[in-house]
């Protein structure tokens, strides 16, 4: 089986980041733009991860008439 290393570099895309502040919409863009289903959400202090934006979920916030 392959490793998660092997399977990052088998993939044309880097890895995709937003910061906190950017829209959900802009996000979803971005998303769209480069074909990718999650972009991670990188805030600015020591500790960076925040957390990651995934179409499934935003999709389902939809479905269920979450939008904001």
């Known amino acids: ?16 980041s937003v910061s906190p502040d950017t829209t959900v919409l802009d996000a979803l863009k971005l998303m769209a733009e480069k074909e990718i289903g999650a972009v991670l959400v990188l805030g600015y202090g020591v500790f ?6 995934v179409l499934r979920w935003v999709l389902m916030q939809v479905i269920l008439g979450r939008v904001w």
């Open 1 to 16: 089986m392959k490793t998660v290393q092997q399977l990052l570099d088998s993939k044309h895309h880097r890895l995709v």
């Open 48 to 53: 960076r991860y925040s957390g990651a934006l």
